[in-house]
């Protein structure tokens, strides 16, 4: 079932054979692999996205603004940033996005340390990326990632709420008037549109990001030599994890642009955790969202954040570096015949 719905190991074979009956090109071969994996993922994620917002946002309108602020207004201490994290994986907010939930929660007076946690569980864990990743590598792999993700968002908002770091907040975030928005209570051809709206307007900001992602994923994996991957981002490299950590930070993507080219990476001998260290940067300290959060907080506590962040990123990589091979080995969803999953 996981073969056929999530990995689409039906998609895979008539593809393979478009190119090789349609095309006249060797799926195995250089050419005719970047051809097939290309045309495979894009529609492939494409599917999926379009499944997942859909279901996704019609949890998500049971759960506006207004709603989620109410949620964790009632809680306190460490509940409420365990909270925050949850609710973060079901409200699936882009970097930059949710800084304007930050503003509007910060101002209706939850704790900060309580926002960062929902501000970094929001682009980082959601359920559309628990779904892409277990379709790409296998359902292990994903609930670690999401794991590992919400124990981030919980770690960092409860630091950053036990430094008292407040003053650090731009004071205008505190007098920012607080809309009162839909709470939830919608009929269901309401929640239908939503849905539907949700899907367009997701799909109108990611899909070019996605066929970059997979253009580049189909150039790594079939066009740069193995050797060079290796000998840069090789699992026996102690500094992969902080390379791609560093270039991931510049970038701006989401996680369906992102996976493609983890796929590829792996593909090519680099390790789990150095592929989801570039995947959690670009996502949680991408370069726009970060000079977004400097127009609401001071210069420390944007460091602080990212200090945070960027730590928690290194270290989970080089966690799934030791024991990525045994959740791969778990969960093996793999067909190791295909050169695409040989590891």
Not at 221 to 231: D, K, L, R, T, Y
Not at 288 to 296: G, T
Request: hydrophobic share 55%; proline share 4%.
């Amino acid at each position: 079932m996981n073969d056929q719905l999530l990995r689409m190991q039906w998609l895979s074979d008539l593809v393979a054979w478009l190119v090789r009956d349609g095309f006249g090109l060797d799926p195995a071969g250089r050419l005719g692999g970047s051809i097939h994996f290309f045309i495979y993922d894009v529609i492939k994620i494409f599917i999926l996205l379009g499944v997942l917002i859909f279901t996704i946002s019609w949890v998500q309108s049971y759960f506006p603004p207004e709603r989620t602020r109410r949620i964790l207004g009632q809680r306190k201490g460490l509940g409420a940033n365990i909270m925050a994290a949850l609710l973060g994986t079901i409200t699936p907010f882009c970097s930059c996005s949710s800084i304007p939930l930050f503003i509007g929660f910060t101002s209706a007076g939850l704790p900060i340390g309580v926002t960062f946690s929902f501000l970094i569980s929001s682009p980082l864990v959601d359920l559309a990326s628990i779904i892409l990743l277990a379709s790409v590598f296998n359902w292990t792999i994903a609930l670690a990632y999401v794991a590992v993700g919400l124990v981030l968002a919980v770690l960092g908002g409860t630091l950053i709420s036990r430094m008292k770091m407040e003053r650090h907040v731009e004071a205008f975030v505190f007098n920012s008037p607080v809309m009162e928005s839909d709470d939830g209570h919608l009929t269901r051809r309401q929640r239908f549109e939503f849905a539907r709206d949700q899907v367009a307007e997701i799909f109108g900001k990611v899909w070019l990001y996605v066929l970059i992602g997979v253009g580049i994923g189909a150039a790594i994996h079939n066009w740069v030599p193995e050797a060079f991957i290796s000998a840069l981002l090789g699992q026996d490299k102690w500094w992969s994890v902080l390379i791609a950590t560093v270039v991931g930070i510049p970038m701006y993507a989401d996680i369906f642009g992102t996976l493609p080219i983890a796929e590829a990476l792996v593909g090519k001998g680099v390790g789990i955790g150095t592929a989801l260290a570039f995947m959690m940067a670009v996502t949680a300290l991408s370069l726009p969202s970060m000079i977004m959060l400097k127009r609401v907080v001071k210069m420390p506590l944007l460091l602080l954040f990212a200090g945070i962040v960027a730590t928690g990123i290194i270290v989970i990589g080089y966690l799934f570096n030791a024991f990525g091979t045994m959740f791969l080995r778990i969960g093996d969803t793999y067909d190791h015949q295909d050169p695409r999953f040989r590891l």
